[in-house]
């Protein structure tokens, strides 16, 4: 028995892929073999706004990632944001299968991911705002990986055993996520004057958006305050590192959550929605 066919089930054990929750490798139903019962005690409706919101997220993220493909400064750094964002990707993939299920609804993945409009997306705005350059993406990365990755932990131990599968397979992969953007931000800092510019500028410009991030949200049940200081804790160490300095800044603590979007949530989901809203009676 090869490694490529052992997957973890939602209980944390591995097994066999046949007959069993394969984690989308190869499956059409992302959540292939799992049982997706929702467990006595825990609200589905509440549950399934969960895992919408943190799978909105990962897509739009994933979305801005891919339009770096043939953008990126060098073919190395180009393959390493498309892998990332298919990583967000998959777990975006799992979470809409999740809500579909938990909520009885049975709403499938691409319902949510291409027949929703702008104002029923709950993402939070960091993850719309454009690309910029280079500088900008790795910044922005660099917090949402570690916000994220604080996030996922702390869901590793929530009741439902689907989601808590979801968060501990995603943490691996957001660990790489982090490190990888925290390597590129000292690089940029520690760099040439005009790559620390740069990176400084990307700070600015990220910064009044991290109160959304740290903002309490009902059907996010982690404990806030502690994601906001771990968070913060290891953001602070790669710039302290890197030479540059985050911006204390006072903002709104977003919207994002609510479907209070940016201008530019409409243009991408336009993009990305285009294929689908064309036929939507298509089969892929």
Request: net charge negative.
């Amino acid at each position: 028995m090869h490694d490529d066919h052992v997957h973890p089930s939602p209980s944390g054990e591995h097994v066999e892929a046949d007959g069993q929750w394969a984690f989308g490798t190869g499956f059409e139903d992302p959540l292939y073999g799992a049982d997706t019962t929702v467990p006595d005690g825990i609200d589905g409706a509440e549950l399934a706004s969960c895992c919408v919101l943190l799978a909105d997220d990962a897509l739009i993220a994933a979305q801005r990632l891919a339009q770096w493909c043939t953008n990126a400064p060098e073919l190395e750094e180009e393959l390493a944001l498309a892998n990332i964002g298919l990583d967000l990707l998959g777990q975006a993939r799992h979470l809409y299968a999740r809500a579909g299920r938990a909520d009885g609804t049975g709403r499938g993945e691409d319902a949510y991911a291409y027949f929703r409009d702008p104002a029923e997306f709950r993402n939070v705005r960091l993850v719309e705002l454009p690309n910029g350059d280079y500088a900008f993406s790795v910044v922005r990365l660099l917090v949402f990986a570690t916000w994220r990755l604080e996030l996922f932990t702390r869901l590793t131990d929530t009741p439902d055993p689907v989601l808590a599968a979801i968060a501990s397979k995603s943490i691996k992969e957001l660990d790489y996520h982090r490190s990888y953007a925290a390597q590129w931000v000292v690089r940029l800092g520690d760099g040439t004057a005009e790559s620390r510019l740069r990176a400084q500028r990307a700070l600015d410009e990220v910064a009044p958006h991290l109160g959304e991030l740290f903002t309490p949200h009902e059907h996010l049940r982690v404990d806030v305050a502690s994601v906001r200081a771990e968070t913060t804790a290891i953001v602070s160490r790669v710039l302290d590192t890197a030479g540059l300095v985050l911006p204390i800044t006072e903002s709104a603590t977003g919207g994002g959550r609510d479907g209070l979007h940016t201008e530019h949530l409409p243009a991408l989901l336009a993009e990305l929605q285009s294929v689908a809203r064309a036929d939507p009676q298509a089969t892929w």
